[in-house]
């Protein structure tokens, strides 16, 4: 089946530093990405929807310039948090959507960010 | 916008018993597609089951099935011969064909225990 490798799995990182996200879709056309962010014990909040070689499209109230996506090849996604704060620390969640597939949507297995 | 209600944030269940989750929505589009997705402690999305608006046959995929009523925009999910293994947050999404594009739209999360 579909396989989203999303890394580094937990990072921690120092206050003011940035540190990058990747997902990579193993087997399939990530056509688009879905970018999420989780706090305990609460549902995905989606931050950004990107599609190959396209622009991130942002949700309302999500800063653009803090949460850089890059999406340049169809299996390939990056989010990079810069100048990191402890309000960013949180479980981030990418998800790939092929184009091919009507309904399908494959979830990477998160990265726990904690900023100190 | 379309909008997703889990009216239960938490249930539990005896192991071998059958428990009903409960998922409304909100839409004014005709055509569109339904999830229930679990995210058992390893944080790890995955899909349950699906449904699309225009079938009338409520999906069933082994033990876990789905009471579809278009009219009153309800979705539950029913998990029949409870295991240890189903205990997780199970989430309901909606998915539009029309206005809201390819993303996903969740629910705040029921947290399912299942207990020996």
């Known amino acids: 089946g579909a396989v989203v490798s999303q890394h580094p799995s937990r990072v921690i990182c120092k206050s003011g530093t940035s540190v990058k996200i990747e997902c990579r879709s193993l087997?399939?056309?990530?056509?688009?990405m879905f970018w999420y962010r989780q706090f305990p014990k609460q549902s995905l909040m989606l931050m950004a929807t990107s599609n190959e070689g396209s622009k991130a499209t942002y949700e309302q109230g999500v800063e653009k310039d803090k949460f850089l996506i890059n999406h340049a090849s169809l299996t390939l996604s990056t989010l990079t948090v810069t100048s990191a704060h402890p309000e960013d620390s949180s479980f981030y969640i990418c998800s790939a959507r092929d184009l091919w597939r009507n309904y399908g949507y494959t979830f990477g297995s998160g990265t726990r960010l904690t900023v100190v | 916008a379309q909008t997703v209600t889990q009216s239960q944030p938490e249930m539990s269940v005896q192991e071998a018993e059958t428990v009903t989750l409960s998922c409304t929505y909100d839409?004014?589009?005709?055509?569109?597609?339904l999830f229930w997705y679990k995210q058992p402690p390893s944080r790890q999305m995955i899909l349950v089951i699906r449904?699309?608006?225009?079938?009338?046959q409520n999906a069933t995929e082994n033990r876990f099935s789905v009471n579809f009523q278009k009219a009153a925009k309800s979705f539950s999910l029913k998990i029949s011969d409870s295991q240890l293994g189903d205990t997780a947050m199970y989430f309901c999404?909606?998915?539009?064909?029309?206005?809201?594009?390819?993303?996903?739209?969740f629910g705040e999360g029921t947290q399912l225990t299942v207990n020996p």
């Open positions: 999404a909606f998915r539009g064909e029309e206005t809201s594009g390819s993303r996903l739209t």
């Open positions: 839409t004014s589009e005709s055509n569109y597609y």
């Open positions: 449904q699309e608006a225009y079938k009338q």
């Open positions: 087997d399939f056309q990530a056509t688009t």
